[in-house]
């Protein structure tokens, strides 16, 4: 038989434990750190990745991935390729791709992360899967995409092949259609090799990032019309004089459509630098 006073310590004891469960649920904060919300962690990722810190927008996008919420995980696996890409670790980053490729069959996210796998598979220099997946990436492109991008990537694994006079003849039919990059047709086998003095083709874990290196700049310019979303960009300094640096970035391709961009756009100077 238990004792009244063993009675109500066991009972004090029970409806303690009961105030302490529901303190967690109303204010988790009283017994411990909160679970952190996956949408902030995409913010914090994406303005990582943005300012260049990849090992913090790694960070916060692994959680985001990991975390089942599907309007954010997509986009936290495609930005997790695209850091992979940036520090040489191609078969991370095609796999990360291939995961956000298969979170929605219909989403345009899904046809960059597309996209993304050829890209690692390019930077990987396996040129032959390469063609395929921008060929499979091409015939899955959404009705309002202009994919003259991936038009030219196709024609980049063709000129690696040895097929120059397909590499050549493509080439000279999609550049027409990228506005800064309009100045090269007619000049195909010149942009080849400027893109090859870029470092295009295989790469390795010591790949070299590309930054453009804008100025020194007067005033504000504002680049956001130009460079679109994803694309980082901040200020430095040199004694005096004010440079916007742009990047880093894994796509040759869009160095050079930025770099003609900027020079059609602004009177600085334009500089292409690898770190």
Same mark, same amino acid.
């Given at each position: 038989m238990i004792r009244p006073g063993r009675l109500l310590a066991v009972s004090r004891l029970i409806t303690g434990f009961l105030l302490f469960l529901?303190?967690?649920?109303?204010?988790?904060?009283?017994?411990?750190?909160?679970?952190?919300?996956?949408?902030?962690?995409?913010? +914090? =990722?994406?303005?990582?990745?943005?300012? %260049? $810190?990849?090992?913090?927008?790694? /960070?916060?996008? *692994?959680?985001? !991935? &990991?975390?089942?919420?599907?309007?954010?995980?997509?986009?936290?696996?495609?930005? +997790? =390729?695209?850091?992979?890409?940036?520090? %040489? $670790?191609?078969?991370?980053?095609? /796999?990360?791709? *291939?995961?956000? !490729? &298969?979170k929605d069959l219909r989403s345009a996210g899904r046809w960059l992360a597309l996209v993304g796998i050829g890209d690692a598979l390019f930077g990987a220099g396996r040129h032959e899967e390469a063609l395929r997946r921008y060929r499979f990436a091409l015939s899955e492109t959404p009705p309002d995409v202009d994919n003259a991008l991936v038009q030219v990537k196709i024609a980049l694994c063709q000129y690696h092949l040895g097929r120059r006079r397909e590499a050549t003849a493509l080439l000279g039919e999609v550049l027409t259609r990228i506005g800064p990059l309009s100045g090269w047709a007619g000049r195909e086998e010149d942009f080849f090799h400027s893109l090859s003095v870029m470092g295009m083709g295989p790469s390795t874990s010591e790949r070299?990032?590309?930054?453009?290196?804008?100025?020194?700049?007067?005033?504000?310019?504002?680049?956001?019309?130009?460079?679109?979303?994803?694309?980082?960009?901040?200020?430095?300094?040199?004694?005096?004089?004010?440079?916007?640096?742009?990047?880093?970035?894994?796509?040759?391709?869009?160095?050079?459509?930025?770099?003609?961009?900027?020079?059609?756009?602004?009177?600085?100077?334009?500089?292409?630098?690898?770190?």
């Open positions: 529901l303190g967690s649920v109303v204010f988790p904060g009283l017994n411990g750190p909160a679970f952190s919300d996956p949408a902030d962690d995409l913010i +914090l =990722g994406e303005a990582c990745f943005m300012a %260049g $810190d990849l090992v913090c927008a790694e /960070e916060k996008l *692994e959680d985001v !991935a &990991e975390s089942g919420q599907a309007r954010t995980v997509e986009r936290a696996l495609y930005l +997790l =390729g695209r850091v992979h890409l940036l520090t %040489g $670790d191609f078969r991370q980053s095609k /796999e990360f791709f *291939e995961r956000a !490729a &298969e070299d990032r590309f930054v453009l290196l804008l100025g020194p700049v007067e005033g504000n310019p504002d680049l956001s019309n130009l460079l679109g979303p994803g694309v980082p960009v901040k200020e430095s300094r040199k004694g005096d004089e004010v440079f916007l640096e742009i990047g880093p970035l894994d796509d040759e391709v869009q160095v050079m459509i930025l770099s003609e961009s900027l020079k059609a756009s602004f009177p600085f100077p334009v500089e292409i630098v690898t770190r």
